[in-house]
């Protein structure tokens, strides 16, 4: 079992949605990272999240240290926000150098 | 702008051919990272560096080796190219207890 488990794996919306992609995570962390790449680019960083919640334009993302979860919410969707978002996290103590990656998920969104 | 360099956006090589990937970052940062990405298996670490001349293996170092010499160059070297290290090779890196920021990533082709 991966210890970085997102859903869905496949996301299709339409213009305008509210969308939701679920990050669920196994072991202690330092932080979680949500990352997005479009096809054929590198990796964008959108948010390092430790606790609570972060916004930055249409984008939401939060964190539940507790139940070990975080959710991306995008709003009013775009097909610009067309691409593949990745959940990462970044271990706590000696290993905390590494990101273990979920295994992304495709969004599209069509006009 | 901040910015991860890598060399090539695509490369071809043949098989048994000694490859070196090249990583450069303008930051100052510490720790620099090298992934590959596999379709269905998302993103994983080759090795990383946290600091000029010191290394770590990561989850598959098995026919890589790597090379810091410099603060901000970060080289991956396949030793003898294989058919099944054709893959995406990202770089990264950051500074400690920040986010990452990454290359644009090399496509390589092993024939």
């Known amino acids: 079992k991966n210890e970085v488990e997102q859903s869905p794996q496949n996301l299709t919306a339409q213009e305008g949605e509210f969308i939701t992609i679920n990050c669920s995570y196994s072991v202690g962390i330092s932080a979680l990272h949500w990352l997005q790449q479009h096809p054929g680019g590198g990796i964008v960083s959108l948010f390092m999240?430790?606790?609570g919640k972060k916004k930055h334009g249409r984008l939401i993302a939060t964190i539940n240290i507790q139940e070990k979860h975080s959710s991306l919410h995008i709003t009013a969707s775009h097909p610009r926000d067309s691409a593949v978002y990745i959940c990462?996290?970044?271990?706590?103590?000696?290993?905390?150098?590494?990101?273990?990656f979920g295994k992304g998920t495709l969004l599209t969104v069509n006009p | 702008d901040v910015k991860v360099t890598q060399s090539s956006r695509y490369l071809v090589k043949r098989t048994g051919e000694k490859v070196f990937l090249e990583c450069v970052q303008d930051m100052d940062h510490e720790n620099m990272f090298w992934y590959r990405q596999d379709p269905g298996l998302g993103l994983r670490l080759i090795y990383f560096s946290y600091d000029v001349k010191m290394k770590e293996k990561g989850d598959i170092p098995e026919g890589y080796s790597v090379s810091r010499e410099k603060k901000e160059r970060f080289s991956l070297i396949l030793e003898s190219a294989s058919t099944n290290q054709t893959s995406m090779y990202l770089c990264?890196?950051?500074?400690?207890?920040?986010?990452?920021?990454f290359g644009s990533g090399t496509r390589l082709t092993v024939v």
């Open positions: 999240l430790s606790s």
């Open positions: 990462a996290v970044r271990g706590s103590g000696g290993s905390n150098y590494k990101l273990t």
């Open positions: 990264a890196s950051r500074q400690n207890n920040y986010g990452y920021t």
